[in-house]
């Protein structure tokens, strides 16, 4: 092959390199979410409630124990699972069991959850159960108004109120 | 045709395919310069470009969360010297060293350089590959725009499906008040750290060969240069708005070098992810043993005529052959030794061996180091009876390697073939061997020129004929009647048309024997 011609190949080899590295950088785009959706996330970090009450240990359980360990209740470790219901607009989009943490189950329990959703105005039911009887004793519902693209954090912060939407 | 005495692994179809695609660049760059057999140099090329590109990003670079991204933004508005065309210099060289890392590997695996002695260099460039994309997609965060958001988001995601994990990580990144400086500070470090841990694994990769050839040719690595410069000022990389974790943009400009991952899971799941990841890497980590890629015989090392001269240490492509401490109290201070697990069984050492000179008195020929499943003796052997039997004129031998174009059909009266191991396993004194014992010209046929099978054997054999490495070509030896051809598995056609050539050349200079008529001396060494 004579050397222009050569020199003509490289030069559109290079240039197709270039090209390929120039659209695939940046194309084809990507949509995260459907169209016309939000995105709702559930992530909380907390510790349930002890899955067993404390018990008052007798004189006798007492005068076993070193001196130093005579603590007057026993309280096994152990935590109750956290439970999450979230509704919305009446339709159940997530119920989650989240089993506390550590070889003795007595660490916080952690959950997470993405649940993407139509966009628009929707009524939120957010219930959280953290003792042994799953009792959901925390709940908050009201509505919340979510454009498309909008991301909806659920958390439980017992400091701010319990159950918070952000 | 002579064969070797014991068979080995023929090349695959999948090797062939990757010869046809060499072709097509071939012809644009020539074979020397075909990117595609110098796509784990340019590997390293791409990487250097990135490096570099990054320190000068980074002398710029607010750390800070806060800061990241307006510092960013100050660059690509030009408020820091070429900190725009450095950020593309960046995102470009890295999505070009994926390209090539890629490349590399199926290249590689088409021709089933992972098993035996290439195993180390195999799983080694795995681990490399995890790093590079594990460093990429790190890489993209720190600029803190939406793209950086999701990409980190998607990341943790998929480490929270783990169960040590279980969702934990996430709590970083559900609200911007979680993603604080310091959390910043330690994705900086990560992407300081990967790309360091990814050098040390390029390291190893490459200390099982030598020379490691890790600069692409100058013309090459000017190119490509050339190439992402152009690129970087005909589409820069542009910031998408800063960070929100409130607000998810409608479409994402994805860099679908590194970012595949998270589409990925998009449609697979974190779950689905981590089965695909562990698949793809786990398969191609088994291939060396799921595969029966045959081990070639190693090299071996006859005390008896080794004089511990190196020429073998010096060229064998796969660090093999080391020099030790005399064993056999002979008067030289050092005697070669074969590590019989990183010999490729190419033969090279036998080509360097000084003992392999054929001019040797003796009945059997029996060198340094020689290679057991074709021994320099039966080839010298091979090549005086076929040499002997030649009828027709211009009368031509053809030192064929079996690693190259098929040489056996070219044997007709004129025409005798040798199949060595390796262009380069063969000694320069044979082609004067095959000219005094009646040839009238030598054809040294090997692989494609810098696509040697064994790495450096092409190119050991053009400068030993050259006269320009030890053990060399005689200068007395007429260079016009030794020509050496590069010729892959699937240029049979080429082969015939290059002999066709010079067997014209030679009929040109008239018969070898006119003016040279005495049958090939044999010798004492002078190196045994």
Redesign the interface.
């Known amino acids: 092959m004579n050397r222009p011609l050569a020199w003509g190949l490289q030069a559109v080899l290079y240039g197709a390199f270039a090209a390929f590295l120039g659209y695939f950088s940046t194309s084809p785009a990507f949509a995260p979410l459907p169209p016309d959706h939000a995105l709702i996330r559930l992530s909380l970090n907390h510790a349930g409630q002890r899955k067993f009450p404390c018990r008052t240990r007798t004189a006798e359980e007492l005068a076993k124990l070193a001196p130093n360990m005579r603590a007057a209740e026993d309280c096994p470790r152990e935590r109750a699972p956290v439970r999450v219901s979230v509704e919305l607009d009446g339709r159940s989009v997530a119920d989650i069991e989240a089993r506390p943490a550590g070889l003795s189950r007595d660490g916080a329990s952690v959950a997470y959850r993405r649940i993407p959703v139509p966009a628009g105005t929707h009524r939120l039911r957010v219930a959280l159960a953290d003792d042994a009887a799953g009792t959901f004793d925390r709940v908050r519902e009201e509505a919340v108004s979510l454009p498309p693209g909008r991301v909806l954090v659920i958390d439980f912060e017992p400091g701010k109120g319990g159950i918070v939407l952000r | 045709m002579a064969a070797p005495a014991i068979a080995l692994p023929a090349p695959g179809r999948a090797a062939a395919a990757v010869e046809r695609v060499d072709a097509l660049?071939d012809?644009?760059?020539?074979q020397g310069l075909n990117p595609l057999r110098h796509l784990g140099a340019l590997g390293y090329h791409f990487l250097w470009i990135c490096c570099a590109s990054g320190i000068w990003i980074y002398v710029g670079f607010d750390t800070s969360a806060t800061g990241a991204w307006a510092s960013l933004d100050a660059m690509d508005r030009g408020e820091w010297p070429l900190g725009a065309f450095a950020r593309a210099l960046h995102?470009?060289s890295a999505?070009?060293l994926v390209?090539v890392t890629l490349l590399h590997l199926a290249r590689e695996a088409a021709r089933r350089h992972y098993a035996a002695f290439r195993r180390f260099a195999w799983l080694t460039g795995l681990f490399a590959l995890a790093l590079l994309f594990l460093a990429g997609i790190n890489g993209y965060w720190l600029a803190w725009d939406q793209l950086a958001q999701?990409s980190l988001t998607a990341t943790i995601?998929w480490l929270?499906a783990l169960p040590v994990f279980?969702?934990?990580l996430?709590?970083n990144v559900?609200?911007d008040g979680q993603v604080n400086d310091r959390f910043f500070s330690l994705l900086i470090f990560v992407h300081i750290g990967l790309p360091l841990a990814l050098l040390g694994a390029l390291w190893a990769h490459v200390q099982r060969v030598s020379p490691a050839r890790t600069a692409p040719p100058r013309a090459l690595g000017w190119?490509?240069a050339?190439?992402?410069a152009?690129?970087c000022l005909?589409?820069p990389?542009?910031l998408m708005p800063a960070a929100d974790?409130?607000?998810?943009?409608?479409?994402?400009?994805?860099?679908?070098?590194y970012l595949f991952p998270?589409?990925a899971m998009?449609s697979l799941g974190p779950a689905g992810l981590w089965a695909a990841t562990a698949a793809f890497f786990a398969a191609l980590a088994a291939l060396p043993w799921a595969t029966r890629v045959p081990r070639a015989p190693a090299a071996r090392v006859n005390l008896a005529n080794c004089n511990g001269c190196a020429r073998c240490f010096a060229d064998c492509p796969y660090d093999a052959v080391v020099m030790v401490a005399r064993t056999d109290g002979r008067h030289h201070p050092r005697q070669a030794q074969v590590d019989p697990m990183l010999c490729a069984g190419c033969g090279i050492c036998t080509g360097a061996c000084p003992s392999s000179t054929p001019f040797r008195r003796g009945e059997t020929l029996a060198t340094g180091i020689d290679m057991p499943q074709a021994a320099i003796g039966e080839l010298r052997a091979r090549l005086e009876s076929r040499t002997a039997a030649l009828t027709g004129t211009p009368r031509v031998v053809v030192l064929g390697c079996r690693w190259s174009a098929p040489a056996a059909t070219l044997e007709d009266a004129s025409t005798a073939c040798v199949e060595f191991l390796c262009a380069a396993m063969v000694p320069p004194s044979f082609v004067e061997y095959a000219l005094r014992a009646g040839a009238d010209g030598v054809l040294l046929a090997g692989c494609r020129e810098g696509d040697c099978e064994f790495r450096t054997g092409t190119a050991l054999a053009a400068e030993r004929l050259a006269g320009a490495r030890k053990p060399a070509l005689r200068p007395s030896v007429p260079r016009e009647r030794v020509r050496q051809v590069h010729a892959g598995i699937t240029d049979a056609a080429a082969l015939r048309a290059a002999l066709d050539d010079f067997r014209a050349a030679l009929a040109r200079l008239g018969p070898r024997a006119a003016d040279h008529p005495h049958p090939p001396k044999r010798q004492e060494s002078r190196h045994g």
Request: cysteine-free.
């Open positions: 660049f012809a644009a760059f020539g995102r470009y999505d070009a390209v999701w995601e929270d279980d969702g934990s996430a709590r559900i609200d190119g490509t050339a190439m992402l152009a690129l005909a589409k990389v542009a974790l409130a607000f998810l943009p409608a479409r994402i400009p994805l860099d679908w070098f998270h589409v998009a």
